[in-house]
């Protein structure tokens, strides 16, 4: 293959990749930039929306079939269901410590995670589990390159529901109340907005879109496991703040670069300059850890996200 074919098929699966992290990084930034709460039990919502879209596919399966239409009827469901699950943790689990320190809540996402994340693994015995779909192998070539009917309709579908979050904050009733707590939560309640009501939306979004990636993420790659969601929900938080936290358009930015950076980086190759090195697909984690370390340290606000205001 060519260098062209090469970078072709990378920036392929870089998209591919970053739809994922994007999605599941709008549910970090959508939570943080209304609570102030980084809700570590995010991952797990995916891992979760994966498993909840097989069930639904399972029993659905017979009679609509388990294809991409199949699929996209598990995933809505999949989403309802998630969404509210989110909805009932953050009133159990988050709303009583809304006032508590900032270490007391982070605590709490950590358990909620080893909740949910050691739940599924009782339930499954820790095996991979055949997510069931039947998408075919069907695609077009542009040259060298073979594009999936898979990764087209993924895709799109990612890019679809990135831009129905991005209208639905910025036109819609509950998305000005969502960016009215954002910046104040007191004032709100004095202009009468339920912030109660806000924050529970904001988590019903959040964690239906990571049900929806995690849906897809069974049906593109074949199967689920019980600890897909730790990996994908830290690499989500990565993207989130590259793009800068608290920022729905920096997220989805940051999902995208970060699966561009990963794609690319596992072609890095210095053996043609002399030096006896090449980065494999085992390097890649390293690499993404290392562009957050980076980007903590050099510009901790990210891309897109604006220094918090200190009000007097």
């Known amino acids: 293959m060519t260098v062209f074919d090469i970078f072709t098929n990378q920036l392929l ?88 320190p900032r270490l007391s809540i982070l605590i709490t996402a950590l358990a909620v995670s080893l909740v949910l994340q050691n739940g599924m693994l009782a339930l499954t015995k820790g095996q991979y589990v055949p997510f069931g779909s039947a998408l075919g192998f069907g695609g077009i070539n542009l040259g060298k390159l073979f594009i999936s009917y898979n990764q087209m309709i993924l895709v799109g579908v990612a890019a679809l529901l990135m831009l129905s979050l991005e209208m639905f904050v910025s036109r819609t009733q509950y998305g000005r109340a969502m960016r009215a707590v954002a910046v104040d939560k007191d004032m709100s309640r004095l202009m009468g907005i339920n912030v109660n009501a806000i924050i529970a939306v904001t988590f019903f979004v959040g964690s239906a879109l990571a049900a929806a990636a995690g849906t897809m993420a069974g049906a593109f790659y074949g199967s ?17 703040v590259i793009g800068g936290i608290g920022s729905i358009p920096g997220a989805m930015l940051g999902g995208l670069i970060l699966g561009l950076l990963e794609s690319f980086a596992t072609q890095l190759d210095l053996r043609g300059m002399g030096i006896p090195f090449k980065v ?6 390293v690499f993404s850890f290392s562009v957050l370390i980076l980007i903590l340290v050099l510009k901790p606000t990210g891309l897109l996200g604006k220094p918090e205001q200190e009000r007097m």
Do not use: C, Q
Request: net charge neutral.
């Open 13 to 100: 699966n870089g998209i591919v990749l970053g739809s994922f992290y994007a999605l599941v990084a709008l549910g970090y930034t959508m939570v943080f930039g209304v609570v102030k709460l980084l809700n570590f039990a995010h991952g797990e919502l995916y891992m979760v929306g994966g498993f909840a879209g097989f069930l639904v596919l399972s029993f659905l399966s017979p009679f609509i079939g388990a294809g991409w239409f199949g699929v996209a009827i598990s995933m809505v469901l999949a989403m309802i269901a998630v969404g509210f699950l989110g909805v009932v943790i953050e009133r159990v689990a988050y709303a009583p410590m809304l006032s508590a």
């Open 224 to 240: 689920l496991w019980y600890f897909m969601g730790f990996l994908i929900g830290l690499k989500a938080f990565t993207a989130a």
């Open 280 to 285: 494999g697909s085992e390097w890649k984690d």
